[in-house]
């Protein structure tokens, strides 16, 4: 349903800033509704490609989810370490963020690619198909 949702959303208002992807999927994170930030996470998912690495720091979106401290009771000092923090947590969609965030900056360079591979290492395992 919340997939269906997302495909009616980027045919009707399709996302070509990264700001308008970024102040949308923290509108949705503000729910109370699991439906509502799932809806944020999958807007984030459709337009990966807006995404820059340092988008991990908009904290606001991920504290009201609850996902900041990366289930470890405070937030990250770096954006570097809440990603860190985000790959090992227990909730599959947070692990998912942390690999979305540093995917669209690959293109362009390899920065974060050792990042990106200690992670997807560390994922290989996992049930769910997501990249």
Do not use: H
């Amino acid at each position: 349903m919340v997939r269906g949702a997302i495909k009616c959303e980027a045919r009707e208002n399709p996302i070509s800033e990264r700001a308008v992807l970024i102040q949308k999927s923290v509108e949705c994170f503000d729910s109370t509704y699991f439906e509502m930030q799932l809806f944020g996470v999958f807007l984030l998912d459709r337009y990966s490609g807006l995404l820059e690495p340092e988008d991990a720091g908009t904290r606001r979106s991920a504290e009201q989810a609850g996902w900041a401290s990366g289930g470890q009771g405070k937030p990250s000092t770096s954006v570097g370490e809440m990603l860190d923090a985000w790959s090992t947590d227990e909730n599959f969609w947070v692990r998912r963020y942390s690999i979305l965030v540093l995917m669209a900056g690959l293109v362009r360079d390899e920065k974060y690619w050792e990042r990106f591979v200690r992670y997807a290492d560390s994922m290989i395992e996992e049930k769910e198909f997501f990249i």
